[in-house]
């Protein structure tokens, strides 16, 4: 095993580098580049008996007020190379690279595959994690495998599709195999020249003035609902600070979802339940939220939720850990008396001990 000389810092605030801009400081922390940094922090952690995390953009984790007392590993390793087959693209991309710079790049080369998922914050590394998807889209659906690091071990694996077990925000690295691996860089598979994939109904609405829409045209009406709604990350537009939807969107049994509908009597589902092939049925967890009393705008001290989204958390200024914690615990709850459906947190807790996700799924 190759190891190199990192640089390994002590109490680095963490609250910077996350969207909930909260959480306190890593024990230690170190910046990797290259896949033999990455190996060697692993190395690090394993001699000092530590438990590690590995950040990219910080978008999608609530760090605990104390922080983290292990070694965080930010990972940065950039890199993207490219195989052209027939009309295929295979493009081979390094875990720190930037999510939206990447979806620009397919989209100004007319690579046809995450025109939908553009505007979403974070690393290239995070997305197979909880198989990003918005606007009809989800990245497991053009990732062909996933190179990663073993932590226990140091060794590459690579995981071809189907080996990550992508379901909806799922994948066996939130899911199975919690932190067993760093995610060094994902293939992606991509059409060169390929019609864009709108099947949204939102986004369909948005480019119904034009006839056969462009990657283009599709990614710019995508950033354009993200901006309305608060939820692009970049300079020059107004976000709040937030991990993005809070909660996933609960799948409910055919007879739950007849209890939710008699609760709600006279509110058409057409806009908030979408059944599933399996008599299942995938219900808005937005459309839970505010019909247990959460409207958007609601603020309770420093924390509340966002004015344009119901699922969306935030830190209205200055809020601690503690009390988005506190809050998201009371909207779970909520939803829990009114509709006897548990909402599970998207976003990844980290530094609480107990887990307060432990603790809510006491509920059932
Ligand atoms: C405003 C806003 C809008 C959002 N919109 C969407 C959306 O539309 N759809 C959607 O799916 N998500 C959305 N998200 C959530 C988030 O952007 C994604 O989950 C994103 O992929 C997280 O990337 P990240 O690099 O910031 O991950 P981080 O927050 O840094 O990490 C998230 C998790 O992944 C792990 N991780 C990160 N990188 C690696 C790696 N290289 N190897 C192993 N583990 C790793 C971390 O340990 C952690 O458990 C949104 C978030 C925000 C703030």
Request: charged letters at 20%.
């Amino acid at each position: 095993m190759v190891l190199c000389t990192i640089d390994v810092r002590e109490n680095v605030s963490l609250a910077a580098l996350t969207t909930f801009d909260v959480g306190g400081p890593a024990r230690y922390f170190v910046e990797i580049s290259t896949e033999t940094e990455a190996v060697s922090a692993l190395s690090f952690a394993r001699e000092k008996g530590l438990d590690h995390l590995v950040l990219g953009g910080g978008s999608n984790v609530l760090i605990s007020d104390e922080g983290f007392p292990g070694l965080v590993i930010l990972n940065r390793i950039k890199g993207i190379t490219v195989v052209e087959e027939g009309g295929k693209i295979l493009a081979t991309v390094g875990g720190g690279e930037d999510w939206q710079d990447f979806t620009d790049l397919c989209v100004a080369s007319a690579w046809q595959g995450v025109e939908c998922l553009a505007g979403i914050p974070g690393t290239v590394g995070a997305s197979p994690i909880q198989n990003v998807g918005a606007y009809g889209q989800e990245v497991s659906q053009v990732i062909v495998r996933v190179r990663c690091l073993e932590t226990a071990t140091g060794k590459a694996v690579t995981f071809d599709n189907e080996e990550c077990a992508f379901r909806y925000r799922e994948s066996i690295f939130n899911a199975r195999e919690v932190g067993k691996y760093i995610v060094l860089s994902v293939t992606f598979n991509l059409i060169k020249g390929g019609a864009p994939d709108v099947k949204y109904r939102e986004l369909e609405r948005r480019l119904s003035g034009i006839r056969s829409s462009t990657l283009v045209e599709v990614r710019d009406a995508v950033i354009a609902i993200r901006a309305e709604k608060g939820v692009l990350v970049r300079t020059g537009y107004e976000s709040f600070k937030s991990a993005g939807s809070f909660f996933k969107n609960p799948v409910v049994t055919g007879a739950q979802f007849k209890n939710i509908t008699a609760i709600v009597a006279g509110n058409g589902s057409s806009t908030w339940a979408w059944p599933l092939p399996n008599g299942d049925v995938k219900i808005s967890a937005a459309y839970l939220i505010q019909c247990s009393g959460f409207d958007r705008g609601y603020c309770k001290g420093t924390v509340g939720i966002s004015p344009y989204h119901t699922l969306i958390l935030i830190n209205g200024d200055g809020a601690s850990a503690r009390e988005i914690v506190d809050f998201a615990g009371e909207v779970q709850q909520r939803v829990m008396d009114r509709f006897g459906v548990l909402l599970h947190p998207e976003p990844r807790f980290v530094g609480f001990s107990p887990c307060p996700t432990e603790m809510w799924n006491t509920f059932n």
